[in-house]
């Protein structure tokens, strides 16, 4: 079964320092995955996405990831956080495309609440 | 665009009851789900539909129940409320599969559900 791991539950950064926020997943194949970003109070909005091809992915916000399939990872990094960045981030990952045997089932991390000094 | 709606966003029960969540799409999606959020869990996926009259089971399906009649909407019912059913319920949609869509999913506001 597919699974994902954020191993860090709260990250405090000052405002204009960089960030990276780590995720790790176990699945057999080619994954597709995600990051989600939740302001208090607030539904998930995507940040980005990894389907295939480059695997360093800019998203919204000013965020990349980096897929990387050596180490099973998928880390959020941005060079400079501001202080509307403070949100759980959550990193997700999916069995494949398409609809066909739940293909867009997502297996979310436990995320990670981003906390920004000023 | 409303997206993803779902109503309500508050609501207290008492162990027992018995309620239904709505979630309302307008982006023509097929597929459809239900998440529980709760914390230190992430969410977890209870039940899902790929498209009108299908619907499967996801991780932790107990206690909840789903139909899919038509392609906008996509109710979960509670039979009998328990304090463990206490949580924030996420609905999303996306479309159908192939590079321009797939697995990229719209989520709903939330709704908060308390069992006392």
């Known amino acids: 079964a597919q699974s994902v791991t954020q191993p860090d539950i709260h990250i405090t950064v000052s405002e204009g320092a960089s960030l990276e926020l780590r995720c790790n997943y176990s699945y057999g194949a080619t994954p597709y995955l995600f990051w989600y970003v939740q302001s208090p109070g607030q539904g998930l909005q995507l940040l980005l996405k990894y389907f295939s091809g480059d695997t360093l992915v800019q998203g919204i916000k000013g965020f990349e990831a980096e897929f990387k399939r050596s180490q099973s990872s998928f880390n959020l990094r941005k060079p400079s956080v501001h202080w509307s960045d403070a949100a759980e981030y959550f990193c997700a990952v999916s069995q494949g495309q398409g609809l066909t045997g739940g293909g867009n089932k997502l297996t979310f991390g436990t995320g990670t609440q981003l906390k920004v000094e000023l | 665009n409303a997206g993803v709606t779902q109503t309500p966003k508050f609501q207290v029960l008492k162990t027992g009851q018995s309620m239904t969540l709505q979630c309302a799409q307008d982006m023509n999606h097929e597929y459809m789900s239900w998440y529980r959020q709760d914390p230190g869990m992430g969410l977890r996926l209870i039940h899902y539909?790929?498209?009108?009259?299908?619907?499967d089971q996801g991780e932790v399906p107990n206690g909840y129940n789903v139909s899919r009649s038509t392609t906008e909407d996509f109710p979960l019912r509670l039979l009998s409320a328990a304090p463990s059913q206490t949580s924030v319920y996420f609905c999303?949609?996306?479309?159908?599969?192939?590079?321009?869509?797939?697995?990229?999913?719209?989520f709903g506001a939330g709704s908060r559900l308390t069992v006392l």
């Open positions: 539909s790929v498209g009108a009259g299908i619907t």
């Open positions: 999303a949609s996306s479309a159908r599969g192939g590079s321009s869509g797939a697995n990229v999913l719209t």
